[in-house]
Each structure stands twice: as C-alpha cells, then as structure tokens.
C-alpha cells in the first residue's frame, strides 16, 4: 500500500499531558545554511552526513502522518530551506493536503538568499506567507551578523517574494550594541512595505563561538526604548506561533516580541519540531527526543510511525529552561539551532 493512501486512516488527534491540542508541526529539512549567523552557527559548521537526512519522500511521508494526526500548519525551515537540493518537489508534494483541506497553512522561515529564484513557484504551490529573517538594513552590519550574507540579495528577494502576492513577516534577533540604535528604522521600513516584523530574543542553543551574555538584549529594555518614539497598543492577534504583537500607532502596523528569556510562552504551545534526521523535538528549549526515522524505515505502514509520534507527545513537556548561564556561559541546549529548525 502507497502511503498515500494511509494518510485517510484514521489517527487519534495530538494532545499533550497539559491538555494542549498539537496542530503545528515545524520541519527542518536541512542543517545546511549559505550564512553563518553568529547567534546560529559557528563558522566552522561541521554538517551532517547527506546520507543522514530524510529523503524528500521521507519528509513528504512524515508530514503527511502529522497531518493525519490533525497537523493544521506546517512550516519548513532549515538551516536554509531553500537550500536543499529539489526542495519545491516537497513544496508541490505537500500541496495537495492544501487542495484536501487537511493543512491550513504550509509555509517557511527563510534567510531571503533564494526567494528571488524561488517566490514565484512557491506561491504557485499554495504558500501565502514566508518568515523572512532579517537583522538590519545597515550592509556593513548584515555582514558582520551573517558572516557570509549579501543583504542586496536578501532585499531582492523580498521584492520578489511580494511581487509574486507572497505576505512577507520579517524576523528579527535582538543584539545587544546593534538593534538598539536600529530598531526604530527598522519598524518603519518593514511597516512602511506592508509587512509586520517580529523581535527575538537570543536564545540558548548551541556553540556558536562567542558569549550569548554579550549577544543578549532583553526585549523588555527594547520595548521601552521603542516607546521613546512610538506608541503602542496590546492587540489579540496570532498567527499561531509564540509572538506577543503590539499596533504601532504611528505606522499602523503590527510588531511582535517573542521572548523566550525574559517571559516564557509555553502555557500555550501547540507546537513540535522534526529535525532534518527525524528526531521529534517536543520542546525547542529540551533535550527530550524521539527518533522517527528508525519507525519510518522500518515498515510501509505507518501504524509504527503514528505510535512512535504518540508516545512523543506524551512526554511534551510543560515548558522550557531556557538560562543564559553567566557563571558557565554554557549554552542551555547543546544543538544549533539550524539542527532543530528556526
């Protein structure tokens, strides 16, 4: 029997010990990046062997199950997700759950390199918006965070990306001795193109060479500079993810803050991560891990594979522990995040 035709079978939607519906499935399909982001990667990534990494049809197989469990949106991230060798086939693949109206939403965070080359066909298979991660607007300093990065390809892409009806969010890490000066101009230029921006906190994951403790800048001490020159307004809106959003009354645009540091978002998460290997993350700030690769390739049923992603979500715990240990300086996790999947 083709897997195809398992994904109609039916499977005990996801709920976890805190009585939290999982409907959010974040994949990455790659640990490969063309940056080298300094609260990312280390610049001497050492990657995983290709023959490691889910095949496209595993990744198609694997989604799918998740969807049949009751997955309502799926983003693929990376590493860089448009890296990855025939990487629209999974896009055009997974579009058919889009036409089913099994999947709301498939979509994609993006460092902007490829979405030029990439924008017009995504749109065709069904993706509506991309997370687009973006710094600064200062040349020099994109350089200095992405190591590798050419920021006029990011802005053509993101030209690209809303020239082909894409709705672009732009993401954006908070670092101390950059963003302060920057924020600002930052909000007005994203907000003044139609697309909200979000801030992150740095967090916790990974050798990265250099000390998070001197990267990190609480979005607290932000938000109340920010407030020096606009005004802000609480709003309900969500898009699902941990961003707590704010109006901007003078640009009318929406600002998020995701702040895994300074107030932890887990009372709400419905979401689980898949590395690029098959191991399921319940919690981006826990070691807790279980591996779906071994159930995925050890049968064409996928009863295995629908057990083994059960006994995960059992284990979903009630929230991270995220620290940014200044005696240590030791990151909270071990993995990159380009392991996990931004």
């Known amino acids: 029997m083709h897997f195809d035709d398992l994904e109609t079978a039916s499977a005990t939607p996801m709920v976890d010990p805190f009585g939290r519906t999982v409907d959010y499935l974040r994949v990455s399909v790659t640990d490969r990046c063309d940056f080298r982001c300094v609260y990312c990667m280390a610049e001497d990534m050492t990657f995983l062997p290709k023959q490691d990494l889910l095949t496209l049809e595993e990744l198609d197989r694997l989604c799918s199950a998740f969807i049949a469990k009751g997955v309502r949106k799926l983003r693929l991230t ?7 060798r025939d990487i629209m086939t999974l896009f ?8 089913t109206g099994r999947l709301e939403e498939l979509t994609l965070t993006t460092n902007g390199s490829q979405l030029a080359r990439f924008a017009a066909e995504l749109r065709g298979y069904g993706v509506e918006r991309v997370n687009v991660s973006l710094d600064t607007l200062d040349p020099k ?3 200095a965070i992405t190591r590798w990065g050419d920021l006029g390809k990011v802005l053509q892409g993101i030209d690209a990306a809303q020239a082909a009806g894409l709705q672009v969010k732009i993401n954006a890490v908070a670092l101390k001795g950059m963003t302060e000066g920057e924020a600002a101009d930052l909000i007005a230029w994203a907000h003044g193109r139609g697309m909200d921006l979000t801030f992150i906190e740095v967090m916790p994951l990974g050798d990265v060479t250099g000390h998070r403790v001197d990267q990190y800048l609480p979005l607290s001490v932000l938000r109340a500079q920010l407030m020096d020159r606009f005004s802000f307004e609480d709003i309900p809106y969500s898009t699902g993810g941990p961003a707590r959003y704010v109006r901007v009354r003078e640009t ?3 600002l998020g803050f995701i702040t895994p540091m300074t107030h932890n978002f887990c009372e709400s998460c419905n979401r689980v991560r898949v590395t690029c290997t098959g191991t399921l993350y ?3 700030g826990q070691e807790d891990a279980a591996d779906l690769r071994a159930p995925l390739r050890a049968s064409e049923s996928n009863d295995a594979l629908h057990a083994a992603i059960d006994r995960a979500i059992s284990r979903k715990p009630k929230g991270h522990d ?6 240590t300086k030791q990151p909270a996790v071990g993995r990159h995040m380009s392991v996990t999947g931004g």
């Open 141 to 143: 300093a994109f350089k």
């Open 282 to 284: 319940m919690c981006l």
């Open 252 to 254: 009318g645009g929406r």
């Open 322 to 327: 995220f620290v940014i240990d200044r005696r």
């Open 92 to 99: 055009r693949s997974l579009s058919r759950h889009l036409d």
């Open 78 to 84: 990376g590493g860089e997700p448009l890296v990855r």
